[in-house]
C-alpha cells in the first residue's frame, strides 16, 4: 500500500489548508505528523478504525481529521493556521491486521505573511 499526500504550500497566517491522503488500498487507522525545521517529529492527528480522534493540544479546536474509506483518504483540515505550524506534514496509516505503521511523503506547510 502506498500514500500520496497533498495540499501543502505557502499560507497566511489565520487562513486555512486542507490536506489530503489517498492510499492504494483499505486502511485501519490514520494519524498526521509533523516535523518543523530543527525540532522532533509530532503527533498532530489521528483517526481510529472506529472513527475516534486524537489531537495534539497545540492543534485542538484548529485542526480537524476525518476519513473516507470509500476513497482510502485521509484528510486534515486545518482552520486559523500560525507560523508555529510550518512543518513538513507526514501522512501514516496502519493496514488491517498488520502493525507497521507506513509513511507518505512529506508535504510543506508553510504559514507566513
Known amino acids: 500500500v502506498q500514500l500520496q499526500a497533498s495540499g501543502g504550500g505557502l499560507v497566511q497566517p489565520g487562513k486555512s489548508l486542507r490536506l489530503s491522503c489517498a492510499a492504494s488500498?483499505?486502511?485501519?487507522?490514520w494519524a498526521w505528523y509533523r516535523q518543523a525545521p530543527g525540532k522532533q517529529r509530532e503527533l498532530v492527528a489521528a483517526?481510529?478504525?472506529?472513527?475516534?480522534?486524537n489531537y495534539a493540544d497545540s492543534v485542538k479546536g484548529r485542526f480537524t481529521i476525518s476519513r473516507d474509506n470509500a476513497k482510502n483518504t485521509v484528510y486534515l483540515q486545518m482552520n486559523n493556521l500560525k507560523p508555529e505550524d510550518t512543518a513538513v506534514y507526514y501522512c501514516?496509516?496502519?493496514?488491517?491486521?498488520?502493525?507497521?505503521?507506513?509513511w507518505g511523503q512529506g508535504t510543506l506547510v508553510t504559514v507566513s505573511s
Open positions: 488500498g483499505s486502511i485501519f487507522s
Open positions: 483517526v481510529s478504525g472506529g472513527g475516534s480522534t
Open positions: 501514516t496509516a496502519v493496514r488491517y491486521y498488520a502493525n507497521e505503521r507506513l
